[in-house]
């Protein structure tokens, strides 16, 4: 059995690697939901953030031709994306293995940090491994399954610093810099592991009385935030939207997004999601507070970083965020490094050939919180709505490129991924995102407008957006009754569908309708 720590590191590492990307590779054909092998991805915050990098591709500026509340960086991800192709999720798929790869060499490089070089890289594949089965991945291509890696690198930088505070100073500070800046601009709300990190550097620094090195590392890490951020400005100054940035990113995501509860109503939220979000996943934090207690034994340094990593990320998390199933990504991400960190150590001590202790403990968060649904939806029956409408859209036009669709009541359903048709190109509002309509009604007339000028040929209509109840598809009077009479003045119903959602809807269907101009 290969041992989790080699002494004698007799092993070929480069070999073991590749074998372990290999894995990864594989295993992220047949489980997410971007893979080759899949039907598709339905999750509709992954299809807009993909439609704004296919409009952004064809020369609308995002904030300012495009509205979405996501942040620059993200849209770059799935710029990226569009450019290897704009059909499908093949692009999407190559931009979620490179990151998997990327957060399995930062993991490596963690626990060859916290363990003299001398670790068994294929252990560093459970992480990814464990982000793409569990629930809060959701169907891939969230914010924060790319945040993560660069919180990752945040983590890895603090340990660096603790650990050979002399080394490579300025180098540490601009690529810490760097996270952070990647993450402010892919979305903030999803700063907690590095403000945790920052806090950890900071008390470490100032404890050990390294005051010149302190002062150092928070100018260069400003420095190269700040010029990072300055590049993302200037871009959008130069095209006219450096305003639109503004009050798109920060304006209607702080006042209008997330912006109408009250401090008593925000803490009151924040206790009741977190004891729902602790008791849920049970296993997950048990294993990781008893890792936290193995850790404060073996390598007390490493303990307070991650106990500090992980506290802030959960109160920034559901503090100051929105608490989505997708939200808790991040924080199952640290909890589950944390358990195989302490894993790894415990075994260290007392047997250094055991990995299936570590393989036995990383199964208890699957028993806890199992999501093996995901590996059906590639090979299952079920129909794929935005698929089915992207074909007949194919079948009825000569040319869909030169017609236009718009999304009433929902955010993006993806139809445009199997169908050349103007989305984005076309219309600045074109879908309904959750941003309230009270508090930013732009976007309502807009699409109202759309709507009753018949400026759209098509329009895709949600029929249980919103958590309702499905309907029978079969029946025309219960599709209708679902659409709203100024839609249906102008437009028609020629196809109504379901998709499989393997997360939490209901009956697992996500029901849509797709409406041709009359």
Sequence with gaps: MTPLISENNNYNRNYVKY??????????????????????????????MLEIGRGWLSGNIPYLHMFEQRGPILFIYNLIANVISSHGYFGLFCIEIANFLAIFFITDRILMKCFNNSINPFIATVLPFFMMIDKSFETGGSPEEFAITWSL?????????STEP???????????GITIGMVFWIKFTLLGPLIGASI?????LLTHQRYKYLIKFVVDSLLSFSVMSSVICFYFFYHHAL???????????????????TINEKIISFINTSFQTITTNSWLFSLALAGIFILWRLQKKL???????????????????????????????????IIIISTVALVNNINKSYLWILLLLALFPIIQNPFFSKAPYIWSKNPVAPKLFGEIINRECSDAKLESLVYYNIVDAGVERYTPIKVSEKFKYFERT?????????????????????????????????????????NNHEVESKIPEQVQKKYKVISASYSYYPVETDMNQFQLALLKKR
Excluded at 243 to 261: C, D, H, Q, R, S
Excluded at 450 to 462: C, L, Q, R
């Design 19 to 48: 074998i372990a990307i290999f894995l990864l590779i594989l295993v992220s054909l047949i489980i997410v939901p971007s893979s080759p092998l899949s039907k598709g991805n339905i999750w509709v915050d992954t299809n807009a």
């Design 153 to 161: 690198l945040g983590i890895l930088t603090a340990i660096s610093v």
């Design 166 to 176: 002399m080394k490579n100073e300025f180098y540490r500070a601009v690529i810490f």
């Design 200 to 204: 950890f550097i900071f008390l470490f």
């Design 243 to 261: 305003k639109n940035l503004y009050n798109v990113y920060f304006k209607v995501n702080i006042m209008a997004y997330g912006g109408n509860t």
């Design 303 to 337: 303990a307070k970083l991650l106990l500090v990593v992980s506290l802030i990320s959960f109160i920034v998390t559901y503090l100051v965020g929105q608490a989505r199933l997708y939200s808790f990504l991040q924080i199952y991400t640290i909890l589950i490094l």
């Design 434 to 474: 959750n941003v309230p309509d009270k508090a930013y009604p732009e976007q309502k007339i807009y699409l109202d407008r759309i709507i009753n000028n018949s400026e759209a040929t098509y329009v895709v209509i949600g029929l249980n957006w919103g958590r309702q109840k499905s309907i029978n598809l079969e």
